[in-house]
């Protein structure tokens, strides 16, 4: 670059704050643009499991399991990163599709382990029903999600990114070109904006023609009081998914993305919580705390949007459900698209143009 580059974040989630970290460590002069300010509205209701598992093609395997490891160089390059490596044990199939599950992504090198009652029982003491087959995958972790993106954002100002909180009015346009954003009547130019607003996303793109094919299905996540240490990773059991956090609540929704919270999310909230303590041994004490209900920006195929949009100058794209474990790695291929023009390989088919008609 023969001079500094000036590109706008719209959104503060894990993946605007991965975007707005890496731009600012190549280089560039990153403003962040968030009205809900740092984790912005979906990544506080994650469940925030690193994985590369089951119902993906191969393809979308080969993304996540590159994203995994830049969570490994992340946390090198941002000491205090809250990253665990805990491991995920599940048993929430039939047998026949654990079976197959795993012989598939053993092929594709994900260290999957296939054990039985004993062995899970050694890997998580506290539960009080145990699997006759589960999988174990060691590699898998979690990142506290909204301390992640703290992080990720005060480094990025520490290192000269401005973050301003604000609501995005519309985007400034010219000869085809966004040209900035404007913020509460006042306009911010910059040489490039980035939509990674999630949910927000569609209203934001709309000001420039852009069609943002995205779903916002709801997922209810329980949250217990902080209690001592029950679980050693991640179990996603038959109808529950369950973890600990760093500070030492246990949370579960129906499924790692949360279940849908009905017509009385309260009832569904107490009746999950219930499920998630008859589960463990020792819970006697555990008491529910609150619920949350986080609205997943969910492309209409259910993959990542992350790319320029063709139709109009100065606009990048980065959308996607699975916003935890990519996160690394969209932010680095996003950043190095944006600055030199380099489209990583693994993006190819994530383009938002494959949605044209």
Known sequence: M?????????????????????LTKAGARVTVISDSGAGGVATPNSFAWI??????????????????????RLANDLPGLPLA???GLCWDLPADKLE????????WGYGIEQVGREQAAHIEPNLAELPDLALYVAEEGVAEPVAATKALLADAERCGARIVTGTVDTLALSGGNV?????????????????????????????????LPIETPPGLIVHSRPYKKLLNGLVLAEKLHTRQTAEGRIIAGSDF????????????????????????????????DFHTIGYRPTPADGFPIV????????????????GIT????????????????????????????RFAH
């Open 179 to 211: 040209t900035g954003v404007v913020v509460s009547g006042a306009t911010i130019t910059a040489d490039e904006v980035v939509i990674a607003a999630g949910a927000g996303a569609p209203a934001i793109a709309a000001a420039a023609g852009i069609k």
């Open 307 to 322: 790319s320029r949009a063709d139709a109009v100058g100065g606009l990048y794209i980065a959308i996607t459900h699975s």
């Open 2 to 22: 023969s001079s500094a580059k000036e590109i706008i974040v719209v959104g503060a989630g894990i993946i605007g704050a991965s975007i707005a970290w890496h």
């Open 257 to 288: 993305g949360g279940g849908d919270p009905g017509e009385k999310p309260e009832a569904t909230a107490r009746a999950l919580f219930a499920s998630m303590k008859a589960m463990l041994h020792g819970a006697e004490g555990l008491e529910f």
């Open 100 to 107: 197959a599950y795993a012989a598939e992504h053993s092929s």
């Open 326 to 353: 990519l996160a690394p790695a969209i932010g680095l291929f996003a950043a190095n698209e944006i600055l030199d023009g380099e489209r990583d390989p693994l993006l190819a088919p994530y383009a938002l143009s």
């Open 85 to 87: 490596w805990c491991g």
């Open 51 to 72: 994985n590369a598992s089951w119902g993906n093609p191969e393809i979308y395997f080969r993304l996540r399991i590159r994203a995994m490891t830049e969570w490994k």
